[in-house]
């Protein structure tokens, strides 16, 4: 065996199968110093290349594609150790807290969403020094339903992070029919509720998917047939307003119903952001991009891959 096919014998061991050198020396009879220069010689040779991935540089460089290819402000990759969704969901919502303790100003009106992700994030907020803030919900909260929204939990957080009262909106999110919503929607402490979500600088939400399981499914807001209409229809939601694959609205009938911001009005906030991820809400959060209504996506690693690449 020749010198070349032996540094390349020893770094196979060393560099592939983990072994010492204590071992590799044992192994094949050879002294330590030896397979030291061994090493040596096969990188000095180009037989072994050895390569770094910075984590934290890869997850900027899939940032930027993102936002260039979305037209976005800011976008923020979380990483996570692995695809489960209940890690996914917390690495974002650190994410997204630090995010919003960094850019938040002092009389800002933040508008929140609600759902577990909304949550989790609220429960990482810390105090904050700024003053004047107001935080409100952007959709109605009140259902008979026994599955939770965390929509109280939430607002009650973040209203103590930010040492204030929080508002919210004590109206179901989506009516039975428009005119009852219509009549409701005249009162003048709703119309205040109502005129402070317009009135946000920053507005803050999680997607809801359209399988049977979905949060927004379990509240009984919704007729079965209506259901099956949007899961044919929509890919997903934001504040309980339903859109398609291009980010279209799917329904007009329930979207009349609904209580609380439109879509298009959080295309203007300052701060619109879009805190998602996990597989199964791919196809909700692609929507709500090719829709426009977001400026500033909080997602993981592994969604992240799949928004840089998918058409």
């Not at 969704?85 to 609600?114: C, K, M, N, P, T």
């Not at 949550?119 to 990482?124: F, G, L, N, Q, S």
């Not at 009984?220 to 259901?227: F, I, N, P």
Request: aromatic content about 8%; overall charge neutral.
């Amino acid at each position: 065996m020749n010198k070349n096919q032996l540094s390349i014998q020893v770094a196979r061991l060393y560099y592939q199968l983990e072994y010492s050198q204590q071992q590799i020396a044992k192994e094949l009879n050879i002294s330590r110093p030896t397979i030291s220069r061994l090493l040596k010689y096969a990188k000095d040779n180009g037989f072994v290349k050895i390569t770094i991935t910075d984590p934290v540089n890869d997850t900027e460089k899939l940032a930027q594609t993102i936002k260039d290819k979305y037209k976005l402000r800011h976008v923020i990759v979380a990483q996570t150790p692995s695809e489960n969704y209940q890690l996914i969901v917390e690495q974002i919502s650190h994410a997204a807290s630090r995010f919003l303790s960094e850019q938040i100003q002092s009389d800002d009106i933040l508008g929140i969403g609600w759902g577990m992700t909304i949550y989790e994030i609220a429960k990482r907020m810390k105090d904050s020094d700024r003053n004047g803030i107001q935080v409100v919900q952007l959709k109605g909260s009140v259902t008979h339903s026994q599955a939770t929204t965390f929509a109280y939990e939430a607002l009650t957080l973040f209203s103590e992070a930010y040492h204030t009262i929080g508002i919210s909106l004590p109206l179901p999110v989506i009516f039975d029919n428009y005119e009852t919503k219509r009549i409701v929607e005249q009162d003048r402490h709703i119309q205040h509720i109502l005129a402070l979500q317009q009135a946000a600088t920053v507005a803050l939400y999680t997607v809801g998917t359209v399988r049977d399981e979905a949060l927004l499914f379990q509240l009984g807001y919704l007729s079965e047939a209506e259901k099956n209409g949007l899961q044919k229809a929509a890919v997903g939601d934001i504040c309980s307003r339903f859109y398609t694959a291009s980010g279209k609205i799917a329904d007009m009938s329930v979207n009349e119903r609904t209580v609380g911001i439109e879509l298009n009005a959080l295309a203007k906030k300052r701060l619109s952001i879009l805190a998602a991820g996990g597989a199964h809400k791919l196809a909700a959060i692609h929507g709500a991009l090719l829709g426009g209504y977001t400026n500033t996506l909080i997602t993981d690693y592994w969604t992240a891959q799949h928004l840089a690449t998918c058409n």
